[in-house]
């Protein structure tokens, strides 16, 4: 009876204090999401069954089968490399929710990744990459083309590719704890290092040719009563 009491007591605190429970469960779920994208975007063949091909093989490539081919086939022709972003994004919000920490300004984070995806689709898709991911799919898939063109219009290539770099940076700004503030920092104790550094070498040089100097003296004087 003590057991099942204490059973019912953990099941009514659970239902009562669900936020910890509840955390655990959504990382799981994302961390699962995560790994199940991310397997099927990399293991994607273009003889698989999908939107774009036809094929009647019994048993796809896909390591998540017809499901992962035809979702890894549609992200890719989309979005191209840029695609991995996903089971990147599920991933750390899986390792947010196992620690019970939420999502630090998201509407800021949100812009950095769009500027991040932005960036990555639009470059991958310039002209002069002909390189195909699996020798199928352009790297910077439908809407990087759609991107690159408009942009390249606007902008010529040489303006487009500093858009593009502008807003990589931004992304990596809005997405990360960097900041210029944090590199003056940094800058600043880096100097004050080596200016340490320096009288710390300084310091020892004058102890040590002081040392030789009264070394010499030392010497000198035998010498001295010697003769």
Not at 215 to 223: D, L, P, S, T, V
Request: net charge positive; hydrophobic share 50%.
């Amino acid at each position: 009876s003590i057991g099942v009491s204490d059973s019912l007591s953990a099941a009514v605190n659970t239902l009562q204090n669900p936020g910890r429970r509840w955390n655990e469960v959504r990382a799981v779920l994302y961390g699962a999401s995560s790994l199940g994208s991310f397997l099927a975007l990399a293991s994607y063949s273009p003889l698989d069954p999908s939107f774009s091909t036809i094929a009647s093989i019994d048993q796809p490539a896909n390591l998540i089968g017809r499901a992962g081919a035809y979702s890894a086939d549609l992200l890719l022709q989309m979005f191209g490399l840029a695609a991995f972003l996903l089971p990147a994004v599920l991933g750390v919000v899986a390792c947010l929710r196992a620690r019970g920490r939420e999502i630090e300004s998201p509407a800021v984070k949100a812009t950095g990744l769009g500027a991040l995806a932005f960036s990555l689709m639009a470059g991958f898709a310039l002209p002069h990459i002909a390189w195909q991911f699996r020798d199928a799919i352009p790297p910077g898939g439908l809407a990087g083309r759609l991107l690159a063109k408009a942009l390249v219009h606007v902008f010529n290539l040489t303006g487009t590719a500093v858009v593009l770099m502008l807003a990589f940076s931004a992304s990596i700004y809005l997405l990360t704890t960097f900041s210029i503030a944090e590199v003056h920092e940094w800058i600043a104790k880096w100097k004050a290092s080596k200016a340490a550094k320096r009288r710390n070498e300084a310091a020892i040089e004058a102890q040590n040719e002081r040392g030789r100097r009264l070394a010499a003296e030392a010497k000198a004087a035998r010498n001295d009563a010697r003769s």
